[in-house]
């Protein structure tokens, strides 16, 4: 075994170290206000060569935290935007109060996701009433196509980055009511956008039925949603529905809180 000094250990550290400070300073540069920015202006910004700031915002277009339009613009990317409202989650001041706000008005479990990867997890949970608990929990992951939740980010990404989670995901049936037609879905979309909200019919799960309101960042980007749960045996398709002024209210309450925790 090679017998590495402690120079040559500090070396290596120092160029992680190096490497990793970089980074964070592009990073803090691609997020600042007026987005997105030019490659000279990320730079100039974080005090980074050209060379090695295009050869990071690479890697970090790659993996998710950035994206560019190919002609040397570079804004905030979907894993970076996702990580600011986890966190924002983290400090819930007013959220969790909005969250059972909400579940006494209606008297409905409401449920907060935010989007990872092709699917939703969900973050928080308040649970309604009723003695009948849903399959749901904090941490579990909510499929786009099935879920109102899911359909209200779907109906709100660019077409090109929904029909590519779609086809990621596929359209499993997971009840005999869920959508597995991409037309359907696509048809099912369109009504989302035009009503403000989406409803899962027994889609995800027998007697189940819930009513999603989608959740932006500040720049517009649907990065989670916001929904009302019910059994199909106590609560109507119609009742559920009735909620949603007070639902879409409540989600814009909820982006407001995520956009100042973060």
Do not use: W
């Amino acid at each position: 075994m090679r017998n590495e000094g402690p120079g040559r250990r500090a070396v290596r550290s120092s160029s992680s170290g190096g490497a990793l400070d970089k980074t964070l300073r592009i990073t803090e540069a691609l997020t600042a206000f007026g987005g997105p920015h030019r490659l000279a202006a990320l730079s100039a910004a974080s005090g980074v060569p050209k060379s090695s700031t295009y050869r990071i915002l690479a890697s970090l277009v790659e993996q998710g935290y950035a994206v560019t339009d190919g002609h040397g613009s570079y804004g905030v990317g979907l894993r970076l935007r996702t990580l600011a409202a986890r966190i924002s989650t983290d400090r819930p001041e007013g959220i969790v109060e909005l969250l059972e706000f909400l579940q006494k008005c209606t008297g409905q479990a409401v449920q907060l996701a935010l989007r990872s990867g092709d699917a939703l997890t969900c973050i928080r949970k308040i649970e309604s009433d009723q003695p009948f608990r849903t399959a749901s929990r904090v941490g579990a992951r909510i499929p786009a196509h099935a879920t109102a939740a899911g359909k209200a980010v779907l109906a709100h990404l660019p077409p090109a980055e929904a029909e590519e989670i779609v086809r990621a995901a596929g359209l499993p049936a997971l009840t005999p009511r869920t959508l597995t037609d991409p037309d359907a879905l696509t048809a099912e979309l369109d009504r989302v956008r035009t009503r403000g909200y989406a409803v899962d019919d027994e889609e995800n799960q027998a007697s189940v039925r819930c009513v999603g309101a989608p959740l932006f960042d500040r720049d517009g980007v649907p990065v989670g949603a916001l929904s009302l749960t019910g059994v199909t045996f106590l609560t109507t398709r119609e009742e559920l529905e009735r909620f949603s002024p007070a639902l879409l209210q409540a989600a814009r309450g909820v982006e407001r809180l995520l956009r100042l925790g973060g």
